[in-house]
Structures are given as structure tokens and as C-alpha cells.
């Protein structure tokens, strides 16, 4: 008879992880958290469906609260482009009513509806404190949005700045200027880390005792069949050496003659096919990747002060650990492999113990900062954060949050220090910054032709393309418009391009004006649904710290069906 | 372009204000199409939308958001067919179900709260599988748009769409469009079934996760999941072969899960949790409303320009017509044109070239189709030009024809001769040609 083990009682999941599974095997009890802790304001203009398409995707996973700002009255024309609207809705206030209907999504989630215009509400002192993460839709008045931009920016607010009509749509994230993610959620395929040109004496002393006989009569093919691949490499590669001059395989050339070594080991076992399908990837030299590389330039790991994000503290850490011993903490992961269940948990162990020493030598380097920068006990930073970051160090990521590009009536559209960069996007067939250029003269053209709100409720925004009498002209003036700025953009970078492309250019840069201009500033569900997708993603990875967020600004083109990302 | 132009198909001009955004698409120019490329603004394409018949197959997480953005693109005829019912663990992204509708039927439910939502709209319900139908009833649609989990019924949907083509009647030729997700990633496609690369053609994009060696499971596991690999398949056999495993059972799951942490504590290893354990019986993909809502709107995007040619959609013959999408560093899409095969066993006509070792025997080929990410039949049938090589039902076929198993292929075939392999999942027949290697 078994002995029943009874499983752990917190192990059963509870109705809540029972509802939320699918999302907690993506970013775990702790992006969940991060999540639930989330308020959202949501500032909602124009048709304002990607907004809400948005605030879906958020209510659905849980987020803590939601509040949209939204001072419009419902209309026929929300009926037929927003379902989070009913037929009774017909003229009440339209974010009082789409909360209504969000809120049936979840009876987990708070949301909350405010009536007042954006004008009088953005005036007040302190009124965006309540909030961790903004979205705000086009189209509005530029000078509120620098003020948003101000305030979040002076309270370290990420905010999303995103405009959807017809058949494209934009988004860009103001993030602060140092953003970094420890868990990054990378390919597992490029996270093996065996560290074969380096083996340590425990590692050597197993591969020595579970090759011994190997290539002789003296081991039983059952044996030689379940020696870990792992093992292996560090067999043959010793062998290697010594009829190489104690070098290991470097070119491609030489790796490839290394495998065929591999191989005269054995033809067929499926120990050997694993060994040698590893060999180009497990015989790479450790080397940090340009990001890694930048993050230990950074001036913040050298700038540590007493409230220095715990990030930095690590992060200062590992580099003396990198300095120290030319390699980052061993993650200490072990793919499976053919071998004898014993062999590989004893390899396992042998990996997790060098992962544990190396992170106990990081703890202690930590300590050491916290003391010399007077750290308080009650901000001491914890073991398991500091051995999530050793586990993750090769693919840890730092986002540079840059303002928004806010286009003011009677102020020049620059790209500063991206000048050079755009101007040379705009010769890439690839790239959409055209269309980014038409999303900036329409901008533009709002700033410039709005008139002030007044007390009917009339925000005063002109939108090309909204009448049918103007329609015609303002296809000419957004094109104008883009195209000016795109001369601009290339004096600015001090650089020209050559005919005919600079008119292919311009004649592709028109189309999409026509097409802007032909929505007049109206959603289509599918694009602003689309939109709101992408947007909900990217802001469950800012609030979760999980994944890699976009950086700063992605478009998308429904018409030729795919997305580019722009850094502006 | 006069306001005069936007017409009142559906009764009042009020009634019409509701479609204002979509309205004013279709009655003005695109800069993308022309009156060559079939697009006159103004009437022909709203009502070309408000008639177009249109089938959703799935009604999860992806059918949820296909059924709300068809609707607010303004089809008016919509089906939708799901065999399933709702799960509490499907409440964080299908959206049109709420906690009290959990254990009824998803078509149902997602219809009548669409139609509630979007009045004038009307879809209409089927619980069941899509293989309950016939050709007849696939040939009153315009357009066949998929969110589905499963690559069989993919397959079957596809090569039923490629049968259906009829060269002597253009209405036979149904535009396909198929969306999926798995976490932060997803794709889309739409296919023009005979005439662009068809889902069969792309099954290897899919291809299958490789499974553990039995004799891993049985005598050397090395990981949680093999642990539980083992009481799923082997323990289940021995102890409960007269249950039927429910995968959606907590007590199954808790049976499963005690033999699994067991087996791994026996053998030190450590990882096992209740969670796990479900995810690897019920082979758990991971998803998300944001995701869902990505991959849904892309397909019902192509849909509404298929429908009105408004603008030009992809997956027209030598044009793009897969956007695979990747969110989780940064944002990124690949929108490119996948080749049609003419050795595609559903919509070639050529053979595909397998080639084999001579010496390994006829059950070694049988066991590769399910593995071969361009094959993946898990209950093969062959015949070669000549003869039944093996046929794993009806029983009088197998028991004449299991005797092949363990002769060596080259006793049995001569190289490059043609076999043909049938699977009961599907109709098709798949034809190779086989090279000695």
C-alpha cells in the first residue's frame, strides 16, 4: 500500500485563482497583486471606444479601481460603435453608463464615473494624486495634455497618450525616465545557461564519475545511454583540449568538428542527438547582452543614495559580481534531459548549490550598499528579491521614459536628439513613422483650428474630415501639413533624401492623410477594440513590472494589417 | 460628397446616425481602393455588410469578441457554433458570460447578450460540433471567421471549406479567416480556400509539443510534469480503468495530483502543485482578455473589408496573409505571405515527399505521423498502390493488417511509391511519396 500523502491545503485553489488561472499562469500571484492594487483613470475624448475597449481588458483580470473622466452625452453614434452602451443609455452621461457596464464585467473591480469637463477638473490642485496610471484619448485641447503630462510626470505616473480613427491608431507611454523589469518573462529557449567553458570542481568531479569507462568496453551501453548530455560536452570537450592545445571549440568550424566528435561516441542514442544538437548554443562564450551592459553604465548604480530603488542597489552588485568573476550569477536551471532520474536531480542540485553560493555572494555585496548608504532596516531588501534578480540577471531590461511629443498651436513640431534617427526611419520601407507624421499633423490641425470650449458643452475641437462640406479641404491641409512637417524633420536632422523617393515618400504619406481625413476623427469598433488590446497589454505589463513595455510609441496600419514600434 | 449620400437602408435616418463612424468609411473614397477594385462609396457596401451571412465557430474567448465586433461592423446575420459550455475559469476574458450563466451553453448565451446589446443584429445559436454539418449548411455563408483552441477542428473546418469550392460557381469559395492566441502572442490569417495557402499548408507553424518517451514516465522521471504524466496516463489505467477521466472533475484532478506529488517525493523531486497538474491534463494554454481582444478585432477587421472592399484586406493571392503579433517585449507583428504547397495534402495535388529509413519498421512510420509537425494524424490508416499496409479499425482490418508493424518498411514498400494515409478525424486523404533514405 502507498502512503497517501495529503496535499497542502493552500495548494487547492481558491474560487478566485480558480477564475483568474488562466491569467496567474502568465504573471503569477504577484503581477495579480500589483493589478488588484491599480487605479486607472481613464480621460476619455472623441468617440472614446478604445478607452473603454481598454478599461475591458483590465476589468476582466481584475484591476483594483477605474475611474473614467468623461464629460459627453451619450449619442446615437456611440450606440452603434461602444457595447458597453445600451439602448437606455441615450443621452445620459456617457461615462456614467459605460462604468455601468463595465463594472458588470467583474463584481471584483470598483469603477467610477466623473461627469465634469476636463477643463475645470485639471485645474484643480493634487486631482490626478489618486491615480497610478493614466490613459487619456484623443482628440483633446494640446495645452491640457501638456498639463497632464506635467503633473505625471512631477508624480511619476505612467500615462498613455493614444488616438484611433478610421483604420490606424497610435499610442504612446510616458513612462519615467528610469524604468527597469527584473522579470522580463524571456524565450526559455534562450535562458539555458550551463556554463560548460567553466565548469566548477563539484560539476567536473560528477561529469568524471558518470563518464568513467565511457568510449570502453568497461561501461554497458544501458549506462552510456543515460549519461546527461550535459556530461558529455564536458567529457569530449576535455578531449578536445587536450589534442587542441587546451583551447576549446571556438569558430563554427571548429564546433562543427567538435559535434562530429561527439558523435563517433555513439550514432544513435538519444543522449548523444541532444548533446550534439546543443553544441553551437552551449559552447558560447558568456557574454552580457548590450542591454545588460548598459545597465551597468547607467549613472543611477553609481549614484546609490538611502531611497535608491532596491533595482539599482542589485543591480551595482551583480556588476562587482561580474567583475569579480567575468560571469553573471549562475541562474542555476537545468532543461530536462535523457539520464537516470538520480543523475539528473543530483545535476540539478549541483546547478541550484553554485546558483545559491554565487546569489549568497550578491546578498552580501548588497548589505554592504545598504549600510554605506544608510538604508533604513524596514527598506532592507529581501533574499527572494535579490535571487530573482541573480536568477534573471542576463535578461534584466531598463525602459528611458521620454516625454510626450505634444504638438501646441504656434510652437514647432521638433524631434530633438531623435531627429537623425527619424529622418532616417522615413527611407525604411518597413517603418510607419509616416503615418506617426500624419497622426502629428493632425494634431496640428486640431491645435491650430480648435476654438475655446464654451457653455453648451461644445468642446470646440475641429477634427478634419468630421463634415462633409469641409471634408474635401481638409484632405489638403492635413497632406500640407505632414508634408511640411517631414521637411522639417529632415532640416532639422540635416539631411536630405533624393528624388524620386522623397516624392514616393510624400505621395504614401497622402494616402494616409486621405485615409485620417476620411474617418473625420470617427472609431471603428475593430481598430479602437484592436487598439484597446494592445494598449490593456502593455499597461498590465507597466503595473505588473513583468515583460518588456513598448518603447514609446506603436502604431498600427489596419489597413496593410501590422504594428511598428518608434522611440520619439 | 454630399450628406444626402449616406442612405437610409434600415428605416429611419435616426436608425442610420447609429452607424455614423462606419457610415461615413463607406461613403467616401479610400485611398487604397478604387472603383476597379469592386469599391463604390455609398449604398452597395452598407448593404453588402448589413447581407452578408457570416458563421463564427467558437464562442470563447476569442468567439466572445469576434460576436461584439461583427456586430459593431455592422453584420446583421451572423451564426455561431460552440459545443461548449461555460467554465468559471473562462470569467476572466469571455465577456459576454457572467458568473449565474456558468454551465450553460457559450453559443447560446453569447448570442442572445449580443443581440440584447446590438439590436437589428441576429445570431443565430448552435450547440454542437461543426462536423454535425453538412456542406449544405457551410454553403449558405459568405464568410467563416475562427476562434478556435483546437488544430483538429482547424483542419477539418479548412479542408470542408476546400471541397466545397466549386470552379463553375464563385459563391462556393468561402473566405476563411483564423485567429489564436497563447498568452502574449497570437496570429491571424485569412485564407481564400483553393487559391491561397490554407491552414493545412501552415501546419507547421503548429507544430505539436513533444511528448515525454513512455519509458520516461514509466522508470526515470525527472521533472513535476512527468510525475504527473505518469499518474495521468499510466496510474489512471491501473487504478480507475473503469472511470472515465474528467478532466473538469476537482476530485480527478486531487486523485491525480496525490499520485503525482507521491511519485515525486519518491523520487526527490520538487515541483508538483494542484495548479500544474491541471495545467499539463487538461494541456492548459495560458490566456488573456487584452490578447484575445488583438487577434479577435485583426479577423473581424479583415472580415468588414472583405465585406464592403472598402479597403484592401490581406490574404488576397500573392499579397500577406498572416500577421503573427508578439507582446511580450514590446510589440511586434510579422505580416507576410505563407506560400501555398502543392504537395499540401488538402489543396495541392502533388505528394509529399517522406523520406525514411528503410530498415525501421512500418509501426515506427506509423507512430512518426503523429509527431511530424506537417503530418500530426494520430490514428493513421495506410495503404500503399497496392495493398493495406495498416488500419487501426474497423478490428478485422487491424487484426489482418497489425502483423506489418514489425516488418521493416522495405518489405513492404519500394522506394518512391506512392501511399495514401486516412485518418478518421478527417476526411482527407493525404497522399506521400516514400524515399529510401
Known sequence: MEVQVPPPLQDIPTAKEKKYDRQLRLWGASGQKALEETHVLLINNGSGVTGVETLKNLVLPGVGQFTILDSHVVSEADLGVNFFLEEESLGQFRAEETVRCLCELNPGVQGFALTEPLETFIDKDDVLKPYNLILVSAPLDSAILARIQLYANALQIPTFYFRSTGFYSSFSVLLPTAFPIVDTHPDPTSTTDLRLLKPWPTLSEFVREKTKGLGTESMNQHDK?????????????????????????????????????????????????????????????????STVRNIFAAPEIDELTTSSPSFWLIANAIRQF?????????????????????????LQNIYKKKARQDCAEVVETVRQLEKQTDRPKEHEISEKEIENFCKGAAHISLV????????????????????????????????????????????????????????????????????????????????????????????????????????EIKAQIAKQCKELVR????????????????????????????????????LFDGIASRTYVLRI | MAAAAVPTTNGSATRRARWTYSDRILSRPGAYVDEEDGFVPGEAPITSVENARILVIGAGGLGCEILKNLALSGFKKIDVIDMDTIDVS??????????????????????????????????????????????????????????????????????????????????????????????????????????????????????????????????????????????????????RKDVTLDTDDPEHITWLYKKALARAQEYNISGVTYSMTQGVVKNIIPAIASTNAIIAASCCNEAYKIATTCAPCIGMPGQNNYMLYTGDTSVYTYTFEHQKKDDCPVCGNLPKDLVVNPTSTLGDLVESFAERPESQLKKPNLRSEGKSL????????????KGNLVKPLNELLSDGEEIAVTDPAFSTVFKYRVHFS
Open chain 1, 225 to 289: 545511454s543515460h549519461i546527461p548530455y550535459v556530461c558529455l560536452l564536458l567529457h569530449y570537450l576535455e578531449q578536445w583540449r587536450d589534442k587542441n592545445g587546451g583551447k576549446n571549440p571556438e569558430t563554427y568550424k571548429e564546433k562543427s568538428a567538435f559535434r562530429e566528435l561527439v558523435r563517433e561516441g555513439d550514432a544513435n542514442e538519444e543522449n548523444f542527438d541532444e548533446a550534439c544538437a546543443n553544441v553551437l548554443k552551449a559552447l558560447n562564450p558568456p557574454t552580457i547582452s
Open chain 1, 400 to 503: 528611458r521614459g521620454r516625454p510626450l511629443q505634444i504638438v501646441e498651436a504656434g510652437k514647432p513640431i521638433t524631434f530633438g536628439d531623435r531627429a537623425k534617427a527619424m529622418a532616417m526611419e522615413l527611407t525604411n520601407p518597413e517603418s510607419l513613422i509616416g503615418l506617426y507624421i500624419c497622426f502629428l499633423a493632425w494634431d496640428e490641425y486640431i491645435a491650430t483650428r480648435s476654438t475655446p470650449s464654451n457653455e453648451n458643452g461644445d468642446n470646440g475641437l475641429k477634427i478634419p474630415g468630421s463634415t462633409d462640406k469641409d471634408y474635401k479641404t481638409d484632405e489638403t491641409k492635413l497632406i500640407d501639413m505632414a508634408h511640411i512637417i517631414v521637411d522639417n524633420l529632415l532640416k532639422e536632422a540635416n539631411t536630405s533624401i533624393d528624388e524620386p523617393e522623397s516624392s
Open chain 2, 390 to 401: 495498416y488500419y487501426s479499425s474497423p478490428a478485422s482490418l487491424m487484426a489482418q493488417t
Open chain 1, 322 to 346: 561580474y567583475n569579480t568573476h567575468n560571469e553573471l550569477p549562475l541562474p542555476g536551471a537545468v532543461p530536462d534531459m535523457k539520464a537516470q532520474s538520480a543523475d539528473y536531480i543530483e
Open chain 2, 90 to 239: 473562462n470569467l476572466n476574458r469571455q465577456f459576454l458570460f457572467r458568473e449565474k450563466d456558468v454551465g450553460q451553453p457559450k453559443a447560446t448565451v453569447a448570442a442572445n447578450f449580443v443581440m440584447k446589446r446590438v439590436p437589428g443584429c441576429t445570431i443565430t445559436p448552435y450547440v454542437g460540433k461543426i462536423q454535425d454539418k453538412d456542406q449544405d449548411y457551410y454553403l449558405q455563408f459568405n464568410i467563416v471567421v475562427c476562434g478556435l483552441d483546437s488544430i483538429e477542428a482547424r483542419r477539418w473546418i479548412n479542408a470542408t471549406l476546400v471541397d466545397l469550392v466549386d470552379m463553375e460557381n464563385p459563391d462556393s469559395l468561402k473566405p476563411l479567416i483564423d485567429g489564436g492566441t497563447e498568452g502574449f502572442k497570437g496570429q491571424s490569417r485569412v485564407i481564400f480556400p483553393t487559391m491561397t495557402s490554407c491552414i493545412e499548408c501552415q501546419l507547421d507553424m503548429h507544430a505539436p509539443r513533444a511528448a515525454v518517451p513512455l519509458c520516461t514516465l514509466a522508470s526515470i522521471p525527472r521533472q513535476p510534469q512527468h510525475c504527473i504524466e505518469w499518474a495521468h496516463i499510466i496510474k489512471w489505467e491501473e487504478e
Open chain 1, 519 to 554: 474617418a473625420g476623427g470617427g472609431e471603428l469598433h475593430n481598430l479602437a477594440s484592436l487598439t484597446g488590446g494592445m494598449i490593456s497589454q502593455e499597461v498590465i505589463k507597466v503595473v505588473t513590472r513583468q515583460y518588456v513595455p513598448v518603447d514609446n510609441t506603436c
